[in-house]
């Protein structure tokens, strides 16, 4: 843990001499006098950092250094905070220094700021003095490497594994993820056929899924909640995360929500549900499961005999509910197994071939030709097993480098206990932790501001978050592509990939391409880092748990109430309220309120007061407009509207020098019968929708303000609206940095024509989603996007937009196409078929007229992945020939269907998945065109696994 402490410092410190460095460059924002003090300052953590990385390798460094490395890390975030602070305040000035017009032009601006200045400058002096005291410290009590404890010289494993090229590294990058096989399967299986028992007079079964954190118990109850065969064995069902819930009340709230008839007053339900105390839930809940039909609740980690004793007492007895009904639940610890006495108990321990299924793949990533590796391997393992978690974070080390010698592992084998224990998961994780680099550790140990079991966390936000907080930069590349010209939010992608690939964080959902594109922390990896981070104080201690993921991690806002006063911060709006009051207002760089209800304009008039933000998230809240003040916020980088009703951008939001990436749109769903027009101008249009009910999406949109082209800053510019006339589309043309770029059109060809010409100059554009509106299917035949893209930028690769014109085919750069009301025929289909580049086709709602589409022999050669959603297709046919490197299928149906098929998978060689979405009351021809092929492709109905048996 001490490395981390080391890390941390080292990160702080760098990053304030970069910052120190480039104030001294710009010597005309230094006042006079102030300059020795910055150069004061800059020297000396020079050399603090040079001792930084010379105790980093002392592998016991005393309590001596511990602590003095910590009283480096908050000088360094001071100076940062003051530096920046500094730069800003004298960032506006007006220009012309050495003329005398240019003096007389500066001299008001002087006059001005002399106040704010010489604060700054005497806070810079302050400093100056402190890092004296923190050098004199350090020599006064003696704080050096300790002799004779250096750490063991060790290779240093790669970002990525270097060696086999692009595909081996897929190859072994594959051997991370999955299942092992029948696991999860068969724990379904089992626990349904003990479900459906009838067991002499006991109407209630309690059923226990048994194992330690991190085997999959939670997959395992989810799975079982979601079966289909669950539906029809149960009329009610209700899941429950009881580690997730604040107290037994939330517990039994959440049951009682879901335990109602459709038919029943849910409005009236909800609020007599939420007036209520713990007391009354427990017999509003007993009597409720005593009137109703047969039930099924199922509790997720429950941690606590005193948890399990909370819930049975709102349980009914015995014999006072309908037979068959029951309870399961996951527990780690045996208390609480043995008092709840269940009718049936899954062991995760006894599951021995999640063992053998490891072990394979930890000598595949070796290299099978290691035998002598086996031994030490399969010992590992064992002490790991049977943590599924632990043991693939074994497995990243073996990734990471797959160099390892008999010597190292024989190392980490002695550190290891016998049989897994909480020592063991330790050793492994700081194993891991310690071999990542530096910003990658600070990118960890930022995860620990969310709760603990918190179900999602969104990738963007969380990589560009983690670049607002200055944990990771374009420095920080990997020594081979410095000279490449990486961002620093591509460095911050490369980060969360090797996160995931090393095991610290698991996928939620991924993307049809493969990109994981959310993720969560297992507890024992959270535990883990929560420790360190509360070692290093990496977050400031004075936020309450429930608000760090909402503020930086560095803010020195002081949320302490006045001495006599009755504030106390328990909601974000409070310390809103706050910050118009705190002396650290400034500090603040990140603010995240996605989902916060009730925010009004004093609150984001007090946002707007933070001039060093640079990251605002508004994201699902209601807020309808932006404050005008919202200029001031001079630092900005990212500002999230998303899912808001902000319609219009005002001319005071373009003044946004610093912004990157500016992100809008709101996208809704609900069940209608017919098309409408908002008075915002939105179409409904039909969406994606597993049952048999007609679902349309509102699409709302915001309005490219004139003046666009002074954010010469911004990469991404994400669904807005232009005007018919086609301006403000020549006013997007100069945003040369630009990368990704949504568009709301009118359907008329002049406004697209102009769209068309304009993106040719933007050399950055990789990602082009388009949407037009005002026209039917048959109309968008004929304004398509490639009549006029003849020479399209060379790093575009992705195009989403609902009109396709014969001349696609001339499109071969396309990687990727997303088409929505296109109504295709089959001349249509073989000319995308043509695209020699296309790897990902998705075919939306109403993108193709005709129910059977068919792929056509020598098409669609590079074609990886296929979606098909909401259209009236119920045949997919592949001749012999047809997309041979095709993976995955996925068909998601938006009307009921008697039957769907797809003759000629036999034929596609490299096919792993077929997903089958929506309702459909037979997929028999679809199961026996899998059992046809040799691979074997896994069959999802549903999410579900369909279980393939042989003829």
């Not at 001294?24 to 800059?42: H, M, N, W, Y």
């Not at 998303?642 to 003044?655: C, G, Y």
């Not at 592949?878 to 041979?884: H, M, T, V």
Request: hydrophobic letters at 40%.
């Amino acid at each position: 843990m001490d490395g981390s402490i080391f890390s941390s410092a080292h990160g702080a410190v760098d990053s304030v001499v970069g910052r120190l460095t480039s104030l001294l460059v710009s010597e005309a924002q230094l006042l006079s006098g102030v300059r020795s003090e910055v150069q004061f300052i800059s020297d000396e953590m020079e050399s603090m950092n040079g001792f930084i990385l010379h105790v980093a390798e002392a592998e016991y460094p005393n309590h001596q250094v511990r602590a003095w490395m910590k009283q480096i890390r908050d000088l360094a975030c001071d100076s940062q905070d003051c530096v920046d602070q500094y730069a800003q305040c004298l960032g506006e000035g007006p220009q012309g220094k050495g003329t005398v017009w240019g003096t007389i032009r500066r001299l008001p601006w002087l006059l001005r700021t002399m106040p704010a200045r010489h604060r700054l400058a005497t806070r810079i002096q302050e400093l100056k003095v402190r890092v004296a005291e923190v050098g004199d410290r350090r020599h006064r009590y003696d704080v050096t490497v300790p002799k004779g404890t250096r750490k063991p010289s060790l290779p240093v494993p790669a970002a990525l594994p270097v060696g086999g090229g692009a595909g081996d590294d897929l190859r072994r990058r594959s051997l991370l993820d999955g299942e092992p096989p029948d696991t999860l399967q068969k724990g379904t299986e089992l626990l349904l056929e003990w479900l459906n028992e009838k067991v002499g007079e006991q109407r209630l079964k309690v059923v226990a899924i048994f194992g330690l954190s991190g085997m999959g118990k939670t997959t395992l109850a989810h799975n079982l909640h979601a079966h289909d065969q669950v539906d029809h064995l149960f009329k009610y069902k209700a899941f429950a995360s009881v580690q997730e819930l604040d107290s037994l009340a939330e517990v039994l709230r959440s049951i009682l929500k879901q335990m109602h008839s459709p038919n029943f007053n849910h409005e009236l339900l909800q609020k007599k549900i939420e007036l209520s105390d713990e007391k009354a839930l427990v017999t509003m809940l007993r009597k409720h499961l005593t009137a109703i039909d047969r039930f099924l609740i199922v509790l997720d980690d429950v941690w606590s005999y005193e948890a399990w004793r909370g819930i049975k007492s709102a349980l009914p007895k015995d014999d006072d509910c309908c037979a068959g009904s029951a309870v399961v639940l996951t527990t780690p610890h045996v208390p609480v197994l043995n008092s709840c006495l269940p009718y049936r108990t899954l062991n995760f321990f006894n599951f021995d071939s999640i063992f053998k299924f490891y072990f394979d793949r930890a000598v595949t990533l070796v290299g099978k030709h290691k035998s002598y590796l086996k031994p030490s391997l399969q010992d590992i393992i064992r002490r790991c097993y049977p943590n599924k978690v632990m043991i693939r974070m074994f497995l990243g080390i073996l990734y990471a480098n797959p160099s390892r010698t008999d010597v190292e592992l024989g190392g980490l084998l002695a550190r290891l206990d016998q049989r897994f224990s909480e020592n063991n998961a330790s050793q492994i994780l700081m194993l891991c932790y310690n071999e990542l680099p530096r910003h990658h550790q600070n990118c960890l140990l930022f995860l620990s501001i969310f709760p603990r079991g918190y179900k999602e966390i969104k990738r963007t936000s969380l990589v560009r978050r983690w670049v607002a907080e200055g944990l990771i930069a374009r420095n920080d590349a990997a020594p081979d592509e410095r000279d490449q010209q990486v961002s620093a939010m591509e460095v911050a992608e490369r980060c969360f990939d090797m996160l995931v690939a090393r095991g610290f964080v698991s996928a939620v959902t991924t993307g049809a391409s493969g990109k994981v594109k959310s993720c969560k922390v297992e507890g024992l990896v959270y535990d883990f880092i929560t420790r360190i981070a509360g070692d290093v104080h990496f977050v400031d201690a004075g936020v309450p748990p429930f608000l760090a993921r909402h503020l930086s991690v560095r803010n020195r806002i002081g949320l302490q109430a006045p001495a006599g006063s009755n504030r106390s911060f328990d909601s974000i709006l409070t310390v809103l309220e706050f910050l118009r009051t705190s002396s650290g207002l400034q500090m603040l760089r990140v603010l995240d309120l996605e989902g916060c209800k009730g925010l009004e304009k004093r609150h984001l008039k007090n946002i707007c007061r933070i001039a060093l933000l640079k990251y605002l998230s508004l994201r699902n809240t209601d807020v309808t407009q932006l404050p005008k003040k919202i200029k001031r916020l001079s630092c900005l980088e990212t500002l999230d509207i998303r899912q808001t009703n902000v319609r219009e951008l005002s001319k005071e939001a373009i003044r946004l020098p610093m912004l990157k990436h500016l992100l809008a749109g709101n996208l809704t769903c609900t069940v209608t019968t017919t098309t409408t027009t908002n008075k915002n101008n939105s179409k409904t249009d039909e969406c994606k929708n597993n049952s048999s009910n007609k679902t349309f999406e509102s699409f709302l949109t915001v309005n490219v303000p004139s003046g666009v082209r002074r954010m010469k800053s911004l990469e991404i510019l994400s669904q807005v609206r232009v005007s018919n006339s086609g301006s403000d589309l020549k006013e997007i043309a100069q945003l040369m940095q630009l990368r990704k770029l949504g568009v709301v059109l009118n359907a008329k060809k002049h406004s697209l024509t102009d769209l068309i010409n304009q993106i040719e100059n933007l050399p950055h554009l990789h990602s082009l989603s388009i949407r037009t509106e005002g026209h039917n299917g048959d109309e968008s035949r004929r304004v398509g996007i490639a009549e006029t893209l003849l020479s399209p930028p060379r790093c575009l690769g992705n195009v989403i937009t609902n009109g396709l014109p014969s001349s696609i085919q001339n499109l071969q750069k396309l990687a990727k196409i997303t088409l929505w009301r296109t109504k295709l025929g089959k001349q249509d289909l073989h000319f995308l078929g043509n695209l020699t580049s296309l790897l990902c086709l998705r075919l939306r709602h109403k993108s193709y007229t005709e129910s059977k589409l068919i792929f056509t022999e020598g098409e669609f050669k590079s074609l990886k992945l296929l979606v098909i959603e909401g259209s009236d297709i119920d045949c997919i046919s592949f001749s012999k020939g047809a997309a041979p490197n095709l993976e995955k299928l996925v068909w998601t149906l938006d009307s009921s269907m008697e039957s769907v098929s797809v003759p000629g998978i036999k034929d596609l060689p490299k096919l792993k998945e077929l997903a089958l979405n929506g309702d459909c009351n037979s997929t028999d021809a679809v199961q026996n065109a899998i059992r046809e092929h040799r691979r074997s492709p896994a069959f999802r109905h549903n999410g579900q696994i369909v279980p393939q048996e042989a003829d």
